[in-house]
């Protein structure tokens, strides 16, 4: 679900905005707000959101306010909203140009706005959302399709007539098929075979031991072993 927060203090823009994310897509949820202390209390909730809709100027007939801007400022001050897209909804041209210094907006929209101009910037945002999910992989269990992110995979183990996932929770039993198929399927980048019977996701390694010639995973007791004719390739990986 991608969250989208809207602070506009009018309320027929407001809702039409609301009315253009929602028509476009039924994976977006929309928190709007109609005034700075309202969007407040949203940014500071446990939602993380996708995308800013903010309106440059929250107090009607006061062309001095820029209280989105000040509010766009707090969006930057947050670590996790760094480089999230916030685009202004402004009618006041002078005013686009010192957000855009000062808070690198992602994009402006001019009142009155275009239904085409919204849903324009929505689609780059979930393209953009599209590209950065993390990868994953379709496993069979109990003869449902699962998908299963890599990056909860602490390392993968071959037994008898198929593979276990030992993730970060819990451990996956998975029949019929093999530990080369399933090596097929990830990304060569995130795992590394060290052992004919193992795999382990390299962003889960502690360290590799090659003289004992172990791997020691993040948060896990077990050691996996390091297969004698493995330990080369493995040194290689660890010279660079």
């Known amino acids: 679900m991608t969250h989208v927060l809207i602070l506009e203090d009018d309320r027929a823009s407001r809702e039409a905005l609301e009315r253009i994310l929602l028509d476009y897509s039924d994976s977006i949820c ?20 996708a995308l800013f809709l903010l309106d440059v100027n929250l107090r009607g007939e006061n062309r001095e306010d820029i209280s989105g801007i000040l509010f766009a400022r707090e969006i930057r001050e947050k670590f996790c909203y760094t480089f999230t897209p916030v685009v202004m909804v402004t009618a006041i041209g002078a005013l686009e140009m010192q957000a855009y210094r000062e808070l690198h907006c992602y994009q402006y929209i001019m009142k009155p706005f275009l239904k085409e101009q919204v849903e ?30 890599c990056s909860d995979i602490l390392y993968i183990e071959a037994i008898y ?57 993040k948060d896990c007791e077990a050691a996996v072993e390091i297969g004698v004719t493995y330990k080369s390739e493995i040194g290689r990986f660890l010279s660079g």
């Open 30 to 49: 929309v928190h709007a707000a109609s005034s700075y202390d309202e969007a407040e209390e949203l940014l500071n909730s446990d939602v993380r959101y």
């Open 120 to 149: 324009d910037v929505v689609r780059k945002v979930l393209e953009k959302e599209k590209q950065e999910e993390p990868p994953s992989v379709t496993v069979k269990r109990d003869g449902i399709n699962y998908q299963v992110k």
């Open 161 to 217: 007539r198929g593979i276990c996932l030992h993730l970060k929770n819990e451990d996956w039993n998975i029949p019929y098929i093999s530990l080369k198929q399933m090596i097929a399927k990830l990304p060569d980048s995130m795992f590394i075979q060290c052992h004919r019977m193992y795999v382990v996701n390299r962003r889960e390694v502690e360290y590799y031991d090659t003289v004992n010639r172990i791997v020691k995973l």
